[in-house]
């Protein structure tokens, strides 16, 4: 890494600070997967929409790590919240329980992608030698600014396993939740993943694709340079409606998308509904190297099974087509198991200033993580796929 004296921790309160390219070469360096949300593209489109700035509680507090002559080493996306909305991994009782005792939860800081229930590396350091140093010296800026601001807490949320597992060994509490995801078992065709169900379950999925496209409902992949602004109005007019429904209001702006499409088409997909030919639904993906991550979803028309068609089995067509190895079908949903959607493990790491905070939240998570770990065990046990396929009939 060069001189370790002469290396500068700094924060920048706007993404567009750091060059695309020196934040990009340590989020997401060449011969390594590639996530599309920690992407100086994606987390500039958040911040330049108005989606994620210091009006909607998220102010960027982001850590880079500069060498001499401005090569940046590390980088980290964090954010000062004065809320806990838009996280997906719900902290609301420590805070309630914290401020009834008299302490002062917010404000706090958040190292995520906002809105964004995916994993990735959040501790973010150019390959080599000095990785290990560069993403522990990240920590450290972070515990800097925690204390300068007086915040209660720093949360990395959705860590790959190896960063969770490292922040525990030095002193961050550690905590689980789960996922469901769809995995490639090298499938060449949906009709492969089809055979690989329990007949019941082939047979009930068969015939939830059959109803989702009654009604002359058509579905269209859209992607690339295809996508238009046409297909954006339409999108976000599904976005509002459900966002309204679900959560009152949404997180992402009109301009949001505008952005992306401007900078990360190739990286989105769209997959669109269309009854009389005019779209009705549509789910909004994006594409990593080997993982395709849905999002969102919405519809101004309910049809039966439409939402497990566009989220869940165009998701795994559309991945089986790309090579893709993963889907990710976004947070929650225990219905997705049936869908060939299996329960994994996510991670978060905690730090909290004050001990008793500290000591309260450590004997819940160590209770919780028990729980998950069970949980994920039970629903295994009704996965849907074939576990003695020469003894099942058709």
């Given at each position: 890494m060069g001189d370790e004296e002469q290396v500068?921790?700094?924060v920048v309160h706007a993404i567009s600070e750091v060059k695309a390219e020196e934040w990009d070469a340590c989020a997401n360096?060449?011969?390594e997967p590639r996530n599309p949300f920690v992407s100086h593209a994606f987390l500039k489109a958040l911040e330049e929409s108005g989606s994620a700035t210091r009006s909607t509680g998220w102010a960027p507090y982001h850590l880079v790590i500069e060498e001499p002559g401005g090569k940046l080493a590390g980088c980290l996306p964090m954010y000062l919240k004065n809320?806990?909305?838009?996280?997906?991994?719900?902290?609301y009782g420590w805070a309630d329980a914290f401020e009834r005792a008299g302490g002062r939860y917010y404000p706090k800081l958040q190292v995520s992608v906002p809105f964004t229930p995916a994993s990735g590396r959040r501790l973010l350091a150019r390959p080599g030698p000095a990785r290990a140093h560069i993403e522990k010296q990240l920590l450290a800026g972070a515990m800097e600014v925690c204390r300068q601001l007086e915040a209660s807490s720093i949360h990395f949320t959705f860590l790959p396993k190896e960063q969770w597992d490292e922040l525990g060994k030095i002193g961050l509490l550690q905590r689980t939740d789960q996922q469901f995801h769809w995995t490639n078992r090298n499938y060449a065709a949906f009709d492969d993943f089809l055979a690989d169900l329990a007949s019941r379950k082939r047979k009930n999925l068969k015939k939830e694709r059959a109803r989702a496209l009654e009604n002359g409902i058509e579905i269209e992949w859209v992607t690339g340079a295809d996508l238009t602004e046409d297909h954006w109005d339409a999108f976000f007019m599904f976005y509002m409606d459900t966002g309204a429904r679900k959560w009152g209001t949404p997180y992402l702006t009109r301009e949001f998308f505008s952005l992306i499409n401007e900078t990360m088409a190739d990286d989105t997909l769209l997959i669109m509904a269309k009854r009389e030919r005019r779209y009705i639904a549509g789910a909004l993906n994006f594409i990593g190297s080997d993982t395709l991550f849905g999002r969102n979803w919405g519809c101004i028309e309910d049809h039966p099974f439409l939402h497990f068609e566009c989220c869940y089995y165009q998701a795994i067509d559309f991945a089986i087509s790309r090579g893709l190895k993963k889907v990710e079908a976004g947070a929650q949903g225990a219905h997705k198991l049936a869908r060939?959607?299996?329960?994994?493990?996510?991670?978060?790491?905690?730090y909290i200033a004050n001990p008793g905070l500290r000591e309260a939240v450590g004997d819940y998570l160590e209770r919780e993580r028990a729980y998950v770990d069970q949980d994920i065990e039970m629903l295994g046990e009704h996965?849907?796929?074939r576990h003695d396929k020469e003894n099942e009939p058709d």
């Open positions: 500068m921790i700094r360096p060449p011969g809320h806990s909305r838009g996280e997906y991994v719900f902290d060939g959607y299996l329960p994994e493990h996510t991670y978060s790491a905690h996965s849907p796929f």
